[in-house]
């Protein structure tokens, strides 16, 4: 194609490695940008068929991430950009937006804004058009402002932006083909936003401070960067008085003229420009029509009832509760049978026993066992039915109304998201802490979820305490466990030293869960539990083979007796059962059945040393699996402070409750 060719040797090809995809050249890159929850995972998705988390709460897109559009005969880099509000502030999400746009300078930025919220999105669409970028506004899911009585002009629109405005509803794939036309025509005519003045003092300084930027590219965009120093960003100050001193005392100036007029500091004074601009623009193209659908919406009216202040944390309870319940229930008679399924058809080594093969084959298949009844009982149905109440919207719901309750923790409601997912595995619900803006948040919130007793506790907690004392001290373990959290989490807020951000997020409609996003979803997570927890398991395996074999038990036992029998008031032989317990806590249990000879445990061990060797697998140190992912995602200082916390914890506490119980029981 002569024209691709000719653009081809202009432009030249882009081989950007961002946001995971592959090195692969390009003709173009486009950036999507925008609030969160106004569907540009979904426009991503139908754009590239991109296999991305497209969620109903917030802040899901932390990273860039996208793929590739081929699209008359062009190869287009997609990047989905994390939902962000504004560029005035500093969050993580924020910086990575805005240093992307600014120092990869794409072909295309996609503005996508929700139609139901046209106003309070055009604020973000306003600071796009002042970096100066070839710009494409999409007007997303005008399907719901249509049954909210509102209808946007998106011709009118494209006049006073002086951009493309394509009308969609991604979720559908509708207006995704003009969308993918006007990214080729934009990239290729550079397509450069119109000129939203603001009021003429304001606009009279952002031109004297444009003209002396001008002389020197490197500091930015001059209307850009001149805006920014008349808000006063400190960065971007510094950066400037370097290299134009000039500029930057000017810009001081015309700060300080501009707060001495308005009596405001002039970084309200340019939003409050900004939303004035962007309600007059608002105001001219979008009508207002009477709903004759009915006063009240579906959403609405369910609304009443999940935010309601004491029927909504109910409802939350009720949710959480019957999740967890049927998790462990159906989970439970899952991994019974495969249990008994798979030990029925376990190899038969042809290998001499305790020699190298041997160990190799029955300690690999020990751990595929151990990860196959913990992924297809537990994991598999607790996330399918965790993607079916997020994709509905109610998600959302449940992480604003327990947002107060999280501040407590130094965390915000986003933050239940891991922390209910550490009821099901500790390992993707550590993965999903990156979701949290600020590093003291994601941090904070690894260590709390791997305290959750996970379904592999749980295990523990009933074949020990539920079965062999009585329910009510299993249940007593598990409130014990919830206030722990709630009191280390305190500490923890304290002792971490970083910030805390607060929470904006969006409600988005409800509607019933799509089939095949839940099940998307719910492979997605799967899968990558998968790659860690298999190997993990399979090596594990191997290893306690190994050391049953080399007969390491009796030294192990030995060297931790001071813990186990003096500390725990345990049998020295549960030292090597908490040694293995690292691989997968429930092996804890085969393990003593092993050693003991029996599976009444009532018969070997005291009501106290039951509910104390219970109490401390809960809590020390996590699994192998967990203990890699917090590696992969904390650094290995970090996850060896919280895997040596939780140790030294449980230890302590154990002790502490060997000795109150026996006064007890």
Known sequence: MPGQEKHRRRHGWRDLD?????????????????????????????????????????????????????????????????????????????TISREYILNNRPDVVVNIVDA??????????????????????VVNQIDLA?????????????????????????????????????????????????????????????????????KDPATGPPRWTAIRLLERDPDLTRKVAVR?????????????????????????????????????????????????????????????????????????ILTIGGLLIWTFVIGAGISEYLTTLLSSVAPTSPFVAGSFAEILISGAWTGLVAALTLIIPYVLPFYFFLSAIEDSGYLTRISMMLDRGMHRLGLHGKAIIPLILGFGCTVPACLSCRILESGKQKLLAAFLVSLIPCSARTIVILSLVASFVNIWWALALYAFDVLLVIVLGRIAFKAIPGESVGLIMEMPEYHFPSGTTVLAQTWSRTKSLIWIVLPAYVIGGIAISGAYSAGLLDPINAALSPITVTLLGLPAVTGVVFVFGIVR????????????????????????????????????????????????????RKAAAITATETALAVTIGAVASRLLSLIL
């Open 585 to 636: 806590k429930e092996i804890t249990i085969l393990t003593l059945a092993s050693l003991f000879g029996t599976t009444v445990f009532s018969s070997v061990l005291s009501p106290v040393q039951l509910i104390v060797f219970a109490l401390v697998a809960m809590l020390y140190t996590p699994c192998i699996s967990t203990i890699f992912t917090l590696l992969k995602e904390l650094g290995w």
């Open 18 to 94: 961002t946001a995971g995809t592959s090195c692969i050249p390009v003709d173009f890159t486009a950036v999507l940008a925008g609030n969160a929850n106004v569907g540009k995972s979904v426009t991503v998705n139908q754009l590239t068929g991109l296999d991305l988390a497209t969620g109903n709460w917030p802040g899901k897109t932390v990273e860039c991430a996208g793929g590739i559009l081929l699209h008359n005969g062009y190869r287009i880099r997609i990047i989905d950009l994390p939902g962000i509000y504004s560029f005035s502030t500093y969050s993580a999400e924020e």
């Open 244 to 316: 134009m001193p000039e500029a930057a005392a000017a810009a001081s100036r015309c700060a300080m003229e501009l707060e001495k007029l308005h009596g405001e500091p002039a970084g309200i004074v340019m939003s409050a420009e900004r939303y004035h601009a962007a309600e007059r623009i608002a105001r001219s193209v979008m009508e207002i029509r009477p709903v004759t659908t009915g006063d009240i919406s579906v959403s609405d009216r369910i609304d009443r009832l999940a935010l309601h202040p004491v029927a909504g944390y109910a409802l939350i």
């Open 116 to 137: 139901s919220a046209l106003e309070r999105n055009l604020f973000f669409t306003l600071q796009l058009a002042e970096l100066n970028v070839p710009l494409i506004v």
């Open 146 to 214: 249509a049954e909210k009585g509102i209808f946007i002009d998106t011709e009118k629109l494209a006049g006073m932006l002086g951009v493309p405005v394509i009308p969609t509803i991604a979720i559908h794939g509708k207006g995704i083909s003009a969308l993918s036309d006007a990214i080729v025509a934009t990239a290729q005519n550079r397509t450069l936003p119109r000129l939203i003045p603001y009021g003429k003092e304001v606009e009279s300084r952002i031109g004297d401070l444009a003209g002396i930027l001008e």
